[in-house]
């Protein structure tokens, strides 16, 4: 079946550490997201990629870095300099602008 | 701007009746929408979605309505099962047709009562 695979599911980060979230999608599409989501709020847009080897920062990009180097894959590295990165993080495609963005089942990333 | 809420406004319906889901936009600009649905420890899960040259869009047991005037979006959803219970949320495109951001809602929890 096609779809967006994100992992782990569960992730747990020591001061100091950069962790890197997986996100893998087999629908052929061209572009990709990563959100966060807070208790409460809206998805908020950390970067965005329209096409291999290019992408955009988002709404809250500080303190986060993404590649993407194929197609399939964009995964995104939490630094040590996000001072507050406990959140559930969606990784999401589609097609293209203007089109449903299709989303994983997120990576829930705490503190240890 | 975004409109983001602290609260989650939660709706609950008898099992076997309609609900229907309201959702204010924040840019009148907007031109699509699309309404997901989340359900506990999962990602969003697209349900319908509607241009704004229509009114109306029907699914399957769904139904999409948009006000323009008044800025209004609205999930119906028929016969409603315990399965559809989760949080919906909606999402609009901004000011910028083409755009690849969008701006997000915070979400209605529905619970169905059996």
């Known amino acids: 079946d096609g779809g967006i695979t994100q992992s782990p599911k569960y992730l747990f980060r020591k001061e100091g550490q950069n962790v890197t979230l997986s996100c893998e999608q087999n629908?052929?599409?061209?572009?990709m997201y990563w959100y966060r989501q807070d208790p409460g709020q809206g998805l908020r847009l950390i970067y965005y990629s329209q096409i291999v080897n290019d992408f955009q920062k988002g709404d809250i990009a500080e303190g986060y870095s993404v590649s993407r180097e194929k197609k399939e894959s964009f995964p995104l590295t939490v630094t040590s300099a996000q001072k507050n990165p406990t959140a559930f993080y969606l990784c999401?495609?589609?097609?293209?602008?203007?089109?449903?963005?299709?989303f994983g089942d997120g990576t829930r990333l705490s503190i240890l | 701007g975004e409109s983001v809420g602290l609260h989650l406004p939660t709706l609950s319906v008898q099992e076997g009746d309609n609900s229907i889901i309201n959702c204010a936009y924040s840019n009148s600009a907007s031109d699509y929408f699309i309404w997901y649905k989340q359900e506990s420890g999962k990602g969003p899960q697209f349900i319908i979605d509607i241009r704004s040259n229509m009114d109306k869009r029907q699914g399957q047991r769904v139904t999409v309505l948009l006000n323009k005037t008044v800025k209004h979006l609205s999930l119906q959803i028929a016969a409603t099962q315990p399965g559809d219970s989760a949080v919906y949320f909606c999402a609009e495109n901004g000011d910028t047709s083409g755009t690849y951001k969008y701006i997000f809602g915070t979400g209605t929890r529905l619970k169905v009562l059996a």
């Open positions: 999401a495609s589609s097609h293209g602008p203007d089109q449903p963005q299709h």
């Open positions: 629908l052929n599409h061209d572009a």
